[in-house]
């Protein structure tokens, strides 16, 4: 049996920064948090945690110390009220949701009406919402952007992690909603290189298994795109592997999303080769 690594898989920049932010400001006593686990890796917030770093469900639960933003980011109230209450800020905002927040905020200042190619509910949309000082349209399928109606003047933008490939369909749609569109692709380049890697590797293998945290819309993403040409698992640690999905496999690829740690990554490899 033959075990394939994905040429582009774990950490991308902007994890691996947030993550180094937040051992750098570690406190043991207590005062340094994230607000909401700084990645979606429930591993990696735990080994955090160990180090010092715990995690706040709002700004409005701390009255001092260290607040570290996550890599999801926050809108701009956050940055006011850790002001007002004279909280140490560390800014762990991946520098692509930074973008993709200032060009919602560009755009609405432009007189447009902003759309958000992603997932309504994820912390990153949220951040990108709260930055366009407006009330924001969110879209995440071909069939959601067809009941929009005609706008005067339209900005798109994009999850940094959404799918490439639908993202192209979805504004493929919206160019019909508008005579005046101003699009702005913020979908970072870390996603475009796995999804493509997980994608080229899964068609030339019978298994894929896609490791990250279940709460992660990267990993998943990754696993969908798997799914199209193979048999997919997607797990979190090696513990999940099942000893019936190797029956009659002669090639397994393996990926993983974004926030999925090196550690993690080769014990799954290293499981999956004694399987020989």
């Not at 394939?4 to 902007?14: E, K, R, V």
């Not at 973008?99 to 190619?117: M, N, P, Y």
């Not at 797990?235 to 009659?248: C, G, K, M, P």
Request: net charge negative.
């Amino acid at each position: 049996m033959e075990v394939i690594l994905a040429d582009t898989l774990g950490f991308c920049y902007g994890v691996k920064r947030a993550i180094e932010l937040a051992e750098q400001n570690a406190a043991q006593d207590g005062s340094s948090r994230t607000l909401g686990p700084i990645i979606h890796n429930p591993q990696v917030v735990d080994k955090l945690r160990h180090k010092g770093v715990g995690v706040a469900d709002s700004v409005d639960d701390v009255d001092a110390g260290t607040l570290i933003i996550r890599s999801h980011g926050v809108g701009p109230s956050v940055y006011d009220k850790a002001e007002e209450k004279d909280i140490f800020l560390v800014d762990a905002t991946c520098p692509h949701v930074k973008r993709a927040q200032l060009s919602a905020k560009k755009l609405s200042e432009d007189g447009r009406q902003v759309i958000i190619v992603g997932e309504k509910c994820h912390p990153e949309v949220r951040s990108i919402s709260e930055w366009a000082m407006q009330e924001v349209v969110v879209v995440d399928s071909e069939e959601e952007a067809m009941k929009l109606p005609k706008y005067g003047k339209l900005g798109i933008v994009a999850q940094t992690t959404f799918s490439g490939e639908k993202f192209k369909r979805i504004v493929s749609v919206l160019l019909e909603k508008s005579d005046d569109i101003h699009i702005i692709r913020t979908i970072c380049t870390a996603t475009d290189q796995r999804q493509k890697a997980a994608s080229e590797l899964s068609a030339h293998v019978d298994m894929m298994i896609v490791i990250g945290g279940h709460n992660s819309a990267n990993t998943t993403r990754l696993a969908q795109l798997c799914a199209e040409k193979c048999r997919t698992y997607h797990i979190e640690t090696a513990a999940e592997l099942q000893d019936e999905w190797f029956d009659n496999i002669k090639k397994i690829g393996i990926t993983a999303g974004a926030s999925t740690p090196d550690w993690i990554i080769r014990e799954v490899y290293t499981k999956c080769q004694n399987r020989k």
